[in-house]
């Protein structure tokens, strides 16, 4: 699927965060680029992107991301850019002979909505608009949106100050090349040059479809308000992580989120964040370790602190389209070490006070029941993520041994914090078993 991609206006309104609409970070990374990330994850694969106002560095910022991501990224000017946006669009007639996406430069949106446009059977001549029908989505600036009237899965009519309307123009469309024609009729007829118009002159024959959006999130960054409604939807979104436990949904993220937040605006990679968990939690293991009680205090205190940074690698990896699959092994194994040295650590503290070796043993059991959870967590929230998605199912994962460490050490309680890792871990584990034993 090719993805044109309209970057030509001015974008006065949000002057005050970059002189180049298309250039303005978001979260340190260019609107521009947010877009076509978005719609590459989608599945488009060949990009043109008409340029128009500072045009010249646009161009120059695109060669280096087609470098970056390896995909066909083709530059198209438009002289006229600071007339109505139709003309940007038939700048690409030349380049766009089958179906194709068209988005704005300033529109951020969730990829599942893309990915339902490009899977919309589109008939010969027609387009495809994706169509908010939420009337009281507060990420939509009432005095600005363009607002459409649909029945029965086609528009019907579009328009920036339409009284009857029942739902929002997202600015993302599938497009045969019909949407060229449309575009020189209105023109030569009315005059009118904008893409509202070409897609209204569409509607009346029947040929413009509405594909509702179901909710899913996007927005238009037009001003710093919808700036500012954009970086905080990012950053709630990162809350809807369906494998996280109780203490990371209620506790750890809130406060991860607020340090990623900073982090991003810093040119620090997932995996160093992920290193610096570790070797926090190494030096949190040293201080379980030794004898006093401040060290045992400051120790659970450094534990809890590492589990919480320890969420961040993953948050900024997202903001920052930075995800890879080494990184995720990478952050799961440094995991695992930190555990064992954290367990170890809580018992040689234990052993120390009461030398018996009970204590031994359950410190052993400790560590291998939290192995052996981490060993059985990929096939169980495989099976049963569905249930702990819709709140049915308590997952029981490291953030709730990390925190019964950091309470053992801060109640001065490592032996009956181990006892309990120890039963919940193993317990946990046969759970674990039966179920996917009863589940085939």
């Not at 001015?10 to 002189?19: I, V, Y």
């Not at 070490?337 to 031994?360: K, N, P, Q, S």
Request: contains cysteine; proline residues 3%; charged residues 25%.
């Amino acid at each position: 699927m090719k993805c044109l991609i309209i970057a030509a206006g001015k974008g006065h309104r949000l002057r005050s965060k970059g002189d180049s609409k298309p250039l303005t970070p978001l979260f340190d990374i260019p609107l521009i680029e947010r877009v076509i990330r978005c719609a590459l994850e989608a599945g488009a694969d060949d990009f043109f992107v008409v340029t128009g106002y500072k045009g010249e560095g646009v161009r120059v910022f695109l060669d280096r991301l087609t470098e970056r991501l390896g995909i066909g990224i083709t530059p198209i000017v438009n002289e006229d850019w600071e007339k109505e946006n139709g003309l940007s669009v038939l700048k690409a007639r030349d380049y766009l002979r089958e179906p194709f996406l068209l988005l704005m430069a300033d529109h951020l949106f969730d990829p599942s909505i893309v990915r339902k446009l490009i899977e919309f059977p589109l008939a010969d001549g027609e387009i495809a608009l994706g169509v908010d029908g939420n009337r009281s989505n507060p990420l939509v600036d009432l005095e600005d949106v363009t607002r459409v009237k649909t029945e029965r899965g086609k528009l019907r009519d579009i328009g920036k100050n339409m009284n009857e309307y029942n739902g929002f123009d997202t600015g993302l469309f599938v497009c045969t090349p019909a949407i060229f024609d449309a575009l020189e009729r209105c023109a030569e007829e009315t005059g009118d040059t904008s893409l509202s118009g070409a897609v209204r002159e569409l509607a009346t024959h029947g040929l413009a479809n509405a594909v509702n959006i179901n909710g899913q999130f996007w927005i238009d960054v037009d001003d710093p308000e919808a700036f500012r409604h954009a970086e905080n939807a990012l950053l709630a979104n990162l809350r809807g992580k369906t494998d996280d436990g109780p203490i990371s949904r209620f506790l750890n993220r809130p406060l991860s989120i607020r340090i990623s937040r900073r982090l991003v605006n810093y040119p620090i990679t997932p995996n160093q964040i992920s290193l610096f968990s570790f070797l926090f939690s190494i030096l949190a293991a040293g201080l379980l370790s030794l004898g006093s009680y401040s060290a045992l205090f400051l120790g659970g205190i450094f534990a809890q602190f590492a589990s919480v940074i320890d969420g961040c690698d993953g948050e900024v990896a997202r903001l920052k389209f930075q995800t890879s699959n080494y990184g995720k092994w990478l952050d799961a194994v440094l995991d695992r070490y930190a555990d064992a040295f954290l367990l170890f650590g809580l018992t040689w503290h234990a052993h120390a006070d009461r030398t018996e070796g009970l204590v031994l043993f359950v410190g052993f059991l400790a560590i291998i029941g939290s192995f052996l959870l981490s060993y059985t967590a990929d096939k169980y929230d495989h099976l049963m993520g569905r249930q702990i998605r819709q709140g049915k199912g308590l997952r029981v994962g490291r953030d709730i041994r990390v925190f019964i460490i950091f309470l053992g050490a801060v109640l001065n309680l490592p032996f009956w914090a181990l006892l309990v890792i120890a039963v919940m871990m193993n317990l946990e584990t046969i759970r674990r078993l039966i179920v996917c034993r009863d589940h085939g």
